[in-house]
T-cell receptor, first 115, second 114 residues
């Protein structure tokens, strides 16, 4: 019940296309859903995050869509660029019962944007 | 510059030889955590610390130890490393509250246990 399932494992997109990465969770106590971006040789860095009280959050070319009833959320990268080539992790956490705010990460998606 | 620093960045060693990976942060964060990253498994938490002298197990603590004697440092200790601990390790920190503060990650330590 603590898992976050992420798909696809890898994704190849042409420059200018839309990249879509999906995540699903089971624990309804989760109330914070961040996406992290990781470049080779670097640690993950926060890209964008959403709370379940909104269905969508947009920052530049990056959008999170959130479906509370389906317990799913996704990252959309519009006008994908070669510089977006990286590994993306979805994650979830709860401020509630565990009192630690522990992040549960998805399995990761390696995105390659071809010029 | 705000950062989390890990050392070493790369290490090849042999089974059973004790090793320590250091982690230091300069942001005065209370919360620190260690993760391992394996292909197809994402990032899994090994241990975390809510503050000085307060540590607790994550999801995959077997074979690892940690200590938190100072706020800025959170070393990861492998007392008797085994090949199944070959992995990419990340240290991270954030303020304790609010929980939704982003975690700041180091650049990783790639360990190979032969």
């Amino acid at each position: 019940q603590q898992q976050v399932k992420q798909s696809p494992q890898s994704l190849i997109v042409q420059k200018g296309g839309i990249s879509i990465i999906n995540c699903a969770y089971e624990n309804t106590a989760f109330d914070y859903f961040p996406w992290y971006q990781q470049f080779p040789g670097k640690g993950p860095a926060l890209l964008i995050a959403i709370r379940p009280d909104v269905s969508e959050k947009k920052e530049g070319r990056f959008t999170i869509s959130f479906n509370k009833s389906a317990k799913q959320f996704s990252l959309h990268i519009m006008d994908s660029q070669p510089g977006d080539s990286a590994t993306y992790f979805c994650a979830a956490s709860s401020d509630g019962s565990s009192n630690t705010g522990k992040l549960i990460f998805g399995q990761g998606t390696t995105l390659q944007v071809k010029p | 510059e705000a950062q989390v620093t890990q050392n070493p960045r790369y290490l090849i060693t042999v089974t059973g030889k004790k090793l320590t990976v250091t982690c230091s942060q300069n942001m005065n964060h209370e919360y620190m955590s260690w993760y391992r990253q394996d292909p197809g498994l994402g990032l899994r938490q090994i241990y975390y610390s809510m503050n000085v002298e307060v540590t607790d197990k994550g999801d995959v603590p077997e074979g690892y130890k940690v200590s938190r004697k100072e706020k800025r440092n959170f070393p990861l200790i492998l007392e008797s490393p085994s090949p199944n601990q070959t992995s990419l390790y990340f240290c991270a920190s954030r303020p304790t509250v609010p929980f939704s503060q982003p975690q700041h990650f180091g650049d990783g330590t790639r360990l190979s246990i032969l």
